[in-house]
């Protein structure tokens, strides 16, 4: 659950009032119906639960709203190549209200969110179908994935991150991280074709139930590039047991997959000092990202 503290710069200002005047003036339809802001870790969009049925997603930021034509267009199509039910979008409205960017509403995906920690082998294997199923959708014509390159494109970045992370009180040796960054730049690049991938694999986008993947949330900047990024939930989200259970049931070579871990590393130390007074779930899953690295590394170079 996010606080009341804004998490960005220019983060736009909404509530339930707001959504009901929105969809009063475009979508009448759903006007009556009843509006609670969801609980959630997401930085991109505030939630809006809509009746039992729909959600209504507000992109918090500018560059938020570019994700919600991408959506409605590649949704329905990826779609009939998942696994897991993955959102569909029932309408997208338009900037009114005071409120400057385009928005949409979502048909309801019954689950629970995930966390870090999971220890599920089902989980694993279900979570690792997707992803090949992900990888395998042969549509054409797909844009980039956000991180669609190799993860040394990041690199100034995350040193930046990392430096950073040294400055706060948190209890991580930054030097090792640092080593264990550098490490995964040494790594040799993605040479095949470009693959679909989600590309946005955090525990707070995937739903759970019954010990199985539900669904899968949030394709706003789902596209094509190296595979390498949807394997971050081995990091993100599972136990150690769990993880080699995950990377059991994907075929990825050592290189894709030590490209995945650079990923998460890079995701997470960035991550850190700018949600860690402002989204305590981001947070979290940050720490357990470098934490289950940094006993990785451990672990191969004692």
Known sequence: MTTNRKMHEGEADTDPDLVRRLLRGQFPQWADLPVTRLASGGTVNAIYRLGDGLTVRLPLLRGGDGTVGHEARWLPLLAPSLPVPV??????????????????VHRWLEGEVLVEGVGSDTLARDL?????????????????????????????????????????????DADAVLAAWER??????????????????????????????????????????????????????????????????????????????????SMAVVQLPYYRRTNPVISANARHVIGQVLAAERDRHP
């Open 184 to 265: 995964v730049l040494t790594v040799p690049d993605w040479t095949g074709g470009p693959c679909w991938t989600h590309s946005d694999l955090m525990p707070g986008n995937l739903l759970g139930a019954g010990g199985r993947l539900a669904g899968v949330l949030d394709f706003g900047t789902a596209g094509v590039g190296d595979p390498a990024i949807d394997l971050v939930p081995a990091w993100n989200l599972f136990t150690p047991a769990a993880r080699r259970t995950f990377r059991d049931h994907v075929d990825v070579d050592e290189a894709t997959w030590e490209r995945g871990r650079g990923w998460a590393l």
């Open 87 to 104: 959102p569909e979008v029932v309408a997208v409205g338009e900037p009114a209200e005071g409120y400057p960017w385009r928005w949409a």
């Open 128 to 172: 690792a179908a997707f992803v090949t199923a992900m990888r395998g959708t042969g549509l054409e014509g797909g844009p980039p994935a956000h991180r669609s390159g190799p993860p040394r494109e990041a690199d100034a970045g995350t040193r930046s991150a990392i430096e950073a992370l040294r400055r706060t009180d948190e209890p991580f």
